[in-house]
């Protein structure tokens, strides 16, 4: 196993002490230092627990992705730019005509997700399959019992490593059959150290004496090369290395940070059973290049459904401030309650109406708005409720730019692909992503209320139906009856005249 | 009225629909909020796979017979401008053609002209019929079909009436009530008891209807299946039988329909309390069908188009979905009814009738509002107590309808006696 822990200082952060790093031969201390943290565990097919062996032996392509929705707070976010919309998205790409079995009941054993077959619970993009679950708080759920499997029952270092990474911001895990290597990726927000105040302390050690663990603590390098990154600092290879050595690295990167472009959403009100998320866009009146398209990547699960014949409609679309349409894959049945859907839902990805917002812009400078329109299924009735809570995840809203130089992205050591969008895209294509702003929640997602029929007068409504039913019919009848016996009774008299 | 003649209706109407045509194009163009009928999309997408070769029923939610598609083939040409709104002229033009018909069965009732013209204008003239068919919707190509089944059982063409009804139950399953109603009202002359009723019920007008009607029904089904497969049978036939309609609509069922198809959590304070295995959902038909099917078709010998408005009444009221547009069903026969009815000769009468059908409409409407658009949970009792309301004046209305088609009867027969009298 391959470890390898980065610090990213933000360039603003001038007052780091002098003595936060502390390199000893198999240690590196490190003492009040605020930076994003990414830790990176690189395994070997070999390596692995061999219930995830026989996960990953059905792939040709693995990822699973949680990211917590939470505010990374950083102004500078390095290369760690990309996020996901809150919750759990696993894309898999099977082995040849595999099922993917062992991933289903993976998925429905250790992460509560239900899932009869990949088949019925994921959402196909040809033989790439995907599935979302919009639940910010299952990653520490995941990972207790998964540390007792992983680790047995009595190590506790190991455990406490493995359930470590449920305060993660955002969770990698990345299998590929060509490498056959296991990549698991955490980031931790700059806020989130483990010491007072959000500060990292803690003693980085190697695991066996033979063993090394590279670390980095980074800062903005300056002036990057052009679609690049560029980042300074020390490196150290901890278990070998005497001394910290400096270093500058510059390196092409596929997600950059949109400086000060914010966005918020949420639904308008009253929602109905057709609510709309609205999102407001702080982007300044500019483009990051000529050519680039701003671009709102969502991920649609149930309850909430979309249209896609009403997404079609350009006219409607322009309206709501979406350029056009891009995407829509997965369950967009228009009818089907919640209870008789497998599938999570749909993901859509629109092209925002830019030209229409700066031409607008030149006149107000008041920030851009888009709408999504959206559509409820009927969920189960219950008994002591009257209504449903149903969130929707804001989405990633970013800037698509071509790249003029085909330069390799995937040299980048921080490089993160198939996100679930970028397949949409050339595949030399920059993202320049906007940051959700949080203000009123602490989670990017909006709620609503869904209506649902209140079950507890059930007696009442099905012997109140058939009483109105039984009356109707009743009467119908009696008057059918009466005018028969009239009729009948007058061609009696007129036989018994004859 | 006097003074108009038949074409100056059919133009008043013409125009009429026009005037809509283009207002809808209009709103269509210059508002969000879209005039077209969303099963007009519906049907010009299915239209638009068949002339790709491919099947209609690639567009989700098409659930019509394949033949609809072929019909609006023409809004898949160039340039687009024109030819979209061709099915939306299609379906004005089978609206104007149904009220034309209604003038002439009318008139062979031995109305005159005029009044002909009077009680067909609710259709001609209506303006809720003229929005419906030139905002998309296939009702109104439905209302032609009804009533040239009509004029052409009145007109004694026996093959004809047998191959509309094929057709109209091909076309939309309903027009199957009318079938028994067509049987009885070709009694031959003569057969005064039951038992010469019985014995002589298969004559050759009868026979012939049936297998014609059979013949083109089963005809047009085996070449629909032989072109399209399962899905056409799964869509235009299966669906209706099999689907859910949770969703909220007009029916008294519906709320019901909701609780016994969603999974049912018991209520902790009450966990002896279970849905009951009672299952009127699905003997829903059995009412419906007895009602309208069965018993009404027993008034067709006497008067047939309002024994038919009778019928299609009945099995709107009594069906587990009902939309607004199934009110169009019954609507186009009700010019026939309408001249015989107490609810215009007592107007008090039919002014309760016609302000408690509207209000009732209205106050499930107004429930169904805050629940779609303001997301209140209007569920219970509201929305399920309007729908009963709805139901139950449509009952009280039936009541009537039925009880002046009986004295129709009743009256045939006084007629009779006063025949015999003469005698």
Redesign the interface.
């Known amino acids: 196993m391959k470890r390898r822990i980065t610090f990213l200082v933000s360039p603003q952060e001038t007052d780091t002490p002098e003595d936060a790093l502390h390199l000893t031969k198999d240690s590196l201390k490190i003492k009040g230092l605020k930076a994003i943290r990414e830790d990176r565990f690189t395994l070997t097919f070999e390596e692995l627990p061999q219930f995830v062996k026989d996960v990953v032996k059905q792939t040709e392509e693995l990822h699973l992705r949680f990211d917590n929705g939470r505010n990374y707070d950083a102004k500078w976010k390095g290369p760690f730019a990309s996020r996901l919309p809150l919750g759990v998205h696993i894309l898999a790409l099977p082995l040849r005509e595999s099922k993917m079995a062992n991933l289903c009941s993976f998925i429905s054993k250790y992460a509560d997700i239900p899932c009869t077959s990949i088949e019925t619970a994921f959402i196909s993009r040809g033989r790439l399959k995907q599935l979302y679950v919009p639940d910010a708080a299952l990653l520490p759920n995941i990972l207790k019992p998964l540390a007792n499997k992983i680790c047995g029952p009595s190590k506790k270092v190991c455990k406490d490593k493995v359930s470590a990474l449920s305060t993660a911001t955002s969770l990698d895990l990345k299998y590929n059959a060509t490498s056959q290597t296991l990549d698991v990726n955490a980031i931790w927000a700059a806020a989130d150290g483990n010491a007072k105040g959000g500060l990292w302390d803690v003693q980085i050690t190697t695991d066996t004496p033979d063993s090394k663990v590279e670390v980095g603590v980074l800062t903005d390098g300056g002036k990057p090369p052009e679609e690049g990154i560029s980042l300074r600092g020390k490196l150290v290879t901890v278990g070998q290395d005497d001394e910290l050595k400096p270093a500058l690295v510059s390196f092409p990167s596929r997600h950059h940070a949109r400086q000060s472009s914010i966005y918020m959403a949420d639904f308008n009100r009253p929602t109905g059973l057709h609510p709309k998320l609205e999102v407001t866009l702080a982007l300044g009146g500019s483009s990051p290049a000529d050519g680039c398209s701003l671009n709102a990547y969502f991920t649609v699960p149930q309850p909430f459904f979309v249209d896609p014949y009403q997404l079609e409609d350009d006219k409607l679309m322009k309206s709501y401030g979406i350029n056009k349409i891009k995407a829509v894959a997965g369950e967009t049945d228009l009818e089907a309650p919640t209870w008789a859907m497998s599938k999570w839902g749909a993901l859509v990805l629109a092209e925002l109406d830019f030209e229409q917002y700066l031409s607008k812009w030149e006149k107000k400078r008041s920030p851009m708005e888009f709408t999504l329109p959206l559509h409820l299924r009927y969920m189960p009735t219950h008994p002591e409720k009257h209504s449903e809570p149903a969130t929707l995840p804001w989405p990633m809203v970013f800037w698509a730019c071509p790249s003029e130089h085909s330069s390799k992205m995937s040299t980048n050591p921080f490089d993160r692909i198939m996100l679930g969008y970028e397949e949409y895209f050339p595949e030399e294509t920059y993202f320049h992503h906007l940051t959700p702003k949080l203000i009123n929640s602490t989670l990017s997602r909006a709620s609503l209320e869904v209506p649902i029929l209140n079950s507890v007068d059930s007696q009442y409504i099905e012997w109140g139906t058939m009483g109105v039913i039984v009356i109707g019919f009743l009467w119908v009848f009696g008057r059918i009856v009466t005018s028969f016996i009239g009729s009948t009774n007058k061609v009696g008299e007129h036989e018994k005249k004859e | 009225m006097a003074g108009f003649s038949v074409t100056s209706v059919l133009i008043l109407s013409s125009l009429l629909r026009l005037t809509f045509l283009f207002y809808g194009l209009y709103q269509d163009a210059t508002s969000?909020f879209?005039y077209t009928d969303?099963d007009y999309?519906v049907f010009t997408?299915a239209a638009r796979y068949v002339s790709n070769f491919s099947s209609p029923y690639l567009r989700?939610?098409y659930r019509y017979t394949p033949l609809l598609s072929w019909l609006l083939l023409p809004t898949t040409f160039q340039p687009q401008f024109l030819w979209f709104s061709f099915g939306k002229l299609l379906f004005a033009v089978g609206d104007i053609l149904a009220g034309y018909l209604i003038i002439q069965v009318l008139q062979i009732y031995g109305f005159t002209t005029t009044r002909a013209m009077k009680y067909a204008s609710l259709w001609l003239l209506n303006p809720m019929v003229a929005t419906i068919s030139t905002r998309g919707s296939s009702e109104g190509l439905l209302g032609v079909i009804v009533i040239a089944l009509l004029w052409s059982v009145e007109k004694r063409r026996v093959v004809l009436s047998g191959a509309i009804l094929g057709f109209a139950v091909h076309f939309k399953i309903y027009p199957f009530i009318y079938a028994l109603s067509i049987l009885l009202w070709m009694e031959p002359p003569n057969q005064r008891d039951l038992a010469s009723k019985i014995k002589g019920f298969i004559t050759k007008d009868r026979l012939v209807f049936s297998i014609t009607a059979l013949t083109t029904f089963m005809a047009l089904n085996i070449a629909m299946y032989a072109i399209y497969g399962h899905p056409f049978i799964v869509h235009t036939f299966l669906h209706h039988l099999t689907r859910?309609d949770?969703?909220h609509n007009f029916s008294?069922?519906n709320?019901?329909l909701?609780?016994k198809?969603?999974?049912?959590?018991?209520?902790?304070?009450y966990p002896a309390?279970h849905?009951?295995d009672?299952t009127?959902e699905r003997l829903?038909f059995i009412?419906q069908l007895?009602?309208s099917a069965v018993?009404?078709p027993?008034y067709a010998k006497e008067d047939l188009p309002s024994t038919m408005f009778a019928q299609t009444f009945?099995f709107v009221?009594?069906n587990k979905v009902v939309t607004s547009q199934y009110f169009m069903w019954y609507l186009v026969l009700l010019p026939f009814y309408l001249g015989r009815s107490r609810l215009l000769r007592k107007p008090l009468m039919g002014g309760l009738a016609l302000g408690l059908w509207v209000i009732t409409q209205g106050l499930w409407l107004g429930q169904a509002y805050q629940?779609?658009?303001?997301?209140?949970?209007?569920?219970?009792?509201g929305l399920?107590g309007a729908a009963?309301a709805f139901?139950?004046v449509?009952?009280?209305i039936?009541?009537i309808v039925?009880?002046d088609?009986?004295?129709t009867?009743?009256r045939n027969?006084?007629d009779?006696?006063r025949a015999?009298?003469r005698k």
């Open positions: 969000v879209k969303i999309l997408d989700e939610t859910l949770h969703r008294p069922y709320t019901l909701y609780l198809s969603s999974p049912f959590t018991p209520d902790p304070l309390i849905l009951s009672l009127i829903a009412p007895l009602i018993l009404l027993l009945a009221t009594f629940l779609e658009f303001e997301g209140e949970n209007t569920f219970w009792p399920w009963a139901f139950l449509n009952c009280w039936l009541g039925v009880t088609i009986g004295q009867v009743s027969v006084d009779k006696q015999a009298a």
